[in-house]
């Protein structure tokens, strides 16, 4: 206990803190949270990439020195329990429905391949 309070105690920054996007050109991710932030690293899961948008909300963490970006704040409202959707921000989905079943921009296919409406 007494060696957590004189960590907490020389800690400048919290150690993860929310931002939002405010820049990004050429792979140059710049952020507002505590102040302004640049280079920032986006990590995702391995095979995921996308270019972050401006006014985006993250959760940003230190790594080597420098601030990384974690995270982005989701919407979940329209999405069942155990349901996946991938969206780009000119609004393309696809959604992987809890029934099996997938959605791509507003097509429906079962999850036998047959395609529900058109």
Known sequence: MWI???ITKT???PAVQTGTSTLNSNGQV???STGAERNIGI???YGYSFSLPAGVKM?????DGQQA???TLMSSDVLAAGEIMIKSSSGA????????SVIINGL??????VIVNE
């Open 108 to 113: 429906e296919i079962s999850r036998d391949g």
């Open 93 to 100: 989905y696809i959604h992987l429905k809890e029934n099996g």
């Open 59 to 63: 959760l940003l963490a230190k790594s």
């Open 30 to 32: 710049e952020a507002v």
């Open 69 to 71: 970006a974690i995270g």
């Open 4 to 6: 957590s309070k004189q």
């Open 43 to 45: 990590y995702s899961p």
């Open 11 to 13: 800690q400048d920054t």
